[in-house]
């Protein structure tokens, strides 16, 4: 059986400005598609996005690398707050010595759904923050920052306990319980 090994570079980029122009003035992340990909419902990744590397283990098994990277910018724009947040795939620091596994491919996809989930639970705080009242950006960079902790030591979790992809059953639960969750939290996409 060919077993899969993979790694996730998680890449926690924030960057927040108290905006005190209008908000048609306020500027956004474009996204640059040639390096990167921006998560959507209806992405399906394949192995052309990532790097191919001619390296093989005395196992044969097979190993990937996905970097992702969260961007939130904004800030509280006449007593608002006004983010963006967004999950991006970076193609230049993703890749794959196995561009054959089915296998493989889903487990790294995983990675970027959770890194999604937690955009969503990003947004969602934004939003509850704003209805308890709050306008002190200092608050909501502290807890941004505390969700993408939760969001590494999730994603470690996930690793460790799918065996890296290769626990199957394991597998086959945090599918479920992520895909469980992005459907509970699909108030809180874009």
């Known amino acids: 059986m060919h077993q899969v090994v993979s790694v996730l ?26 390096a990167f990909i921006e998560w959507s419902e209806d992405l399906y990744m394949n192995w052309a996005d990532y790097r191919f590397r001619n390296y093989s283990k005395e196992d044969g098994s097979g190993m990937a690398l996905t970097s992702v990277m969260h961007s939130v910018r904004g800030g509280i724009i006449k007593g608002q707050p006004k983010f963006e947040v967004k999950v991006l795939f ?51 960079n502290k807890y941004v920052k505390q969700l993408l902790g939760d969001f590494k030591r999730y994603s470690h979790n996930y690793d460790s306990k799918t065996r890296h992809g290769r626990n199957f059953d394991e597998q086959k ?16 996409y874009k």
Request: glycine share 2%; hydrophobic share 40%; charged share 30%.
């Open 9 to 34: 570079r998680v890449v926690c980029f924030g960057v927040f400005l108290n905006l005190t122009v209008s908000e048609a003035k306020a500027q956004y992340l474009e996204v640059d598609t040639t």
């Open 90 to 140: 970076v193609k230049e620091d993703s890749w794959t010595t196995d561009s054959t596994s089915i296998t493989l491919l889903a487990h790294e996809k995983l990675h970027f759904d959770i890194a999604e989930l937690y955009a969503r639970k990003i947004r969602k705080q934004i939003d509850q923050l704003f209805k308890d009242g709050e306008r002190d950006l200092k608050v909501y």
């Open 173 to 188: 639960v945090w599918f479920e319980s992520v895909y469980s969750e992005l459907e509970r939290l699909k108030d809180y």
